[in-house]
């Protein structure tokens, strides 16, 4: 079966760094992007950035280029997704999604998120 | 870029209940639109690809329909376990964007 597997609540103070760790298991782990899509506490789904793990090819949404950076280690069949110089307004669970792309009709692909990971809290807090 | 506009943004009803929640496209996207369901403390779960389509495992008394720039999602019979925010998603980019979700309540 197919699982995602997050790293635990992470605590950290303005400023500084966090990584957030995904394990995929129960399929092919190059076959399939990984999302990572956040949500702040009674709050909606943001998009952050997706990795694809064959090629290391990473995307991110504006609002986070340059803060995050999503890498995979094909050998655990692990995604990281680290972000810098954390702010308040950075406290929410994390996300991992696995993203299914496929072709709707002649090359006209479409994307959805079909397992999801548990969720990471993480907390910025002086 | 495109924007998903949900309405309403909470909903209170009765098990029982048939109920119909909307996701207004800012252009027109055919139907590439997916809906998924979010219980608390839990994930996101896919319900509904290509506007209608409905994922292995998901009851048949969830009904999407719609197109070009208005889609719905309904409830049937409502049951307990579906008192949840749903959200929908643009799926024709990899870039993905989500509505602002509606949450459904028990009255």
């Known amino acids: 079966q197919v699982q995602l597997v997050q790293s635990g609540a992470e605590v950290k103070k303005p400023g500084a760094s966090v990584r957030v760790s995904c394990k995929a298991s129960?399929?092919?782990?190059?076959?399939?992007?990984i999302y990572w899509v956040r949500q702040v506490s009674g709050q909606g789904l943001e998009w952050m950035g997706w990795i694809n793990p064959h090629s290391g090819n990473s995307g991110y949404a504006q609002k986070f280029q340059g803060r995050v950076t999503m890498t995979r280690e094909t050998s655990t069949s692990t995604v990281y997704m680290e972000m810098r110089s954390l702010r308040y307004e950075d406290t929410a669970v994390y996300y991992c999604?696995?993203?299914?792309?496929?072709?709707?009709?002649?090359?006209?692909?479409?994307?959805?998120?079909?397992?999801w990971g548990q969720g990471t809290l993480v907390t910025v807090s002086s | 870029a495109i924007q998903l506009t949900q309405s309403p943004s909470s909903l209170s009803a009765s098990v029982g209940d048939r109920v119909t929640i909307t996701c207004r496209a800012s252009?027109?996207?055919?139907?590439?639109l997916a809906w998924y369901q979010q219980r608390p403390g839990k994930p996101p779960n896919l319900l509904i690809r290509d506007a209608s389509r409905l994922e292995s495992g998901v009851p048949s008394r969830f009904t999407g329909s719609g197109s070009v720039t208005d889609f719905t999602l309904t409830i049937s019979s409502l049951q307990p376990e579906d008192f949840a925010t749903y959200y929908c998603q643009l799926t024709n980019t990899y870039s993905l964007t989500f509505g602002g979700g509606t949450r459904l309540e028990i009255k």
């Open positions: 999604a696995r993203g299914r792309k496929y072709d709707y009709v002649w090359g006209n692909y479409r994307y959805v998120l079909d397992y």
């Open positions: 129960g399929y092919t782990f190059t076959d399939y992007d």
């Open positions: 252009q027109g996207i055919n139907s590439a």
